[in-house]
């Protein structure tokens, strides 16, 4: 079994900044790559950004030069760090990993609320 566990959410104003933390733990044999999903009141859950351990990271165009995201390999710990925040950026953030355990399978956490507003 793995376990996700986000924090680093709340509230800030706009142009402010977030740093998302996540934390994989639990019987993990490897992972392929952890990442960042978001899902906005009334809306479908969309992808943000995910990277994997070599370093390889993708985001989606709304978020490009805004958030980067990072991970520490030994902690098995990835991060979003958010800048420049905008209202649309309001969701509840999930952190993702594609995980082994030792069957690769998708792990999700609880869910961290970000919410941009003054």
């Known amino acids: 079994q793995v376990q996700l566990v986000e924090s680093g959410g709340g509230l800030v104003e706009p142009g402010g900044s977030l740093r998302l933390s996540c934390v994989a733990s639990?019987?993990?044999?490897?992972?392929?790559?952890m990442g960042w999903y978001r899902q906005a009141s009334g809306k479908q859950r969309e992808l943000v950004s995910f990277?994997?351990?070599?370093?390889?990271?993708n985001y989606t165009d709304s978020v490009k030069g805004r958030f980067t995201i990072s991970i520490d390999n030994p902690a098995n710990t990835v991060y979003l760090q958010m800048n420049d925040l905008k209202p649309e950026d309001t969701a509840v953030y999930y952190c993702?990993?594609?995980?082994?355990?030792?069957?690769?399978?998708?792990?999700w956490g609880q869910g961290t609320e970000v919410t941009v507003s003054s």
């Open positions: 993702n990993g594609y995980i082994a355990s030792p069957d690769y399978h998708d792990y």
């Open positions: 639990g019987s993990i044999f490897a992972i392929y790559r």
């Open positions: 990277m994997n351990p070599n370093g390889w990271r």
